[in-house]
Structures are given as C-alpha cells and as structure tokens.
C-alpha cells in the first residue's frame, strides 16, 4: 500500500484570491481565514475515493484543522481522508522542513511517500525531506500530471506492473 500526502488548497478546491493567500504564507507573519462559501471543488476531487483504495491519504494544509475539515465535509470527501495536518499544529507553514519532520512523526508514513501539490510553496521543503512529490500542473504550465484521475491511473499501472504477473490479470 502507497500512503499519499495531498495539500488542499488550489490541489483540491479552487479559491479565487489564492495568489494573496501564497504571499502571505511567504511572509508566514500570520494565519489567514477564508470563506467557505467563496470556494468551490476542483473537478477530479472525487478521485480521492479511488485514491484511498490505494493507501492511506493525509492532507496538509495551511488552514485550521477545523476549517480543513469543514471544507472536505462541504464536499463529502471526508470519510477518504486519514488525517489532516495542519500548520497550526506544527507552529510554521508547509514552506518550512519542520512541517513535514512533524507529519513523519505523526503520521509513521515512510520516506519515499508521494506529496500531492498545485501548489509550488511547499515543493522544495517536501523534497528534501524525502518526499516523492508529483506537481499536478492545473493550469498546464509546467509537468506532465494536471489531476488527480492521472496520478490513480499511474499508481495503479504501477500497481500492476510490479506485484500481479500476466497470468494472473489472464485470469481476471
């Protein structure tokens, strides 16, 4: 089983000052609030179901716990989620190392784990902390993975590849 790591905002829901709320995080002088009202669903954010078919699916965020959770039950995604970890526990955003020493710790999810970003802010912490991080390119501008229904498709090529032989997906 794969355990996944998948941040929120702009990876999950859409929100239409996300470029002020990035730069504040930059500054990380202070917590932010949003509306949950001025926020919608990304289009593959069902795909979580399938995900967590696959492994255990944590969520990282900048929001509080509690605004985190309100917005995966809006959208009834919460019974795919194991936990959410947020900066508010850790004291420093998902832009500093610290961050994701703490999710290790708390979450016993190994080196090696896949990081879930739309987000560039948190990338270069993930990485050297030993995350395998896939940027979902949600606006086509960079890689080659522009949403969730694409990562299940290539874990669970991998999937199949690696563990069942052909015999076995012959017999099928």
Known sequence: MTDFVITLLNTLIKIDNINDIINQIKNADKYF?????NISATDDIYYLEELSYKGRIFIATNLSTKKAYEILNK????AFITRVIS???VKVFTNNIKFFEHLYKIT????????????ELSIEA??????????LSREG???NIRSLKEVVEV???QYIDG???DSALRCS
């Open 75 to 78: 959208y009834n995604v919460d």
């Open 108 to 119: 016993n999810v190994k080196r090696g784990t896949y990081f879930i970003t739309a987000n």
């Open 163 to 165: 563990k069942i032989s």
């Open 87 to 89: 900066a508010e526990d």
């Open 33 to 37: 609030e949003i509306n949950v009202n």
């Open 141 to 143: 501008k960079k890689g």
């Open 126 to 135: 993930a990485r050297l902390t030993g995350f395998r991080v896939i940027y």
């Open 155 to 157: 874990n669970s090529k």
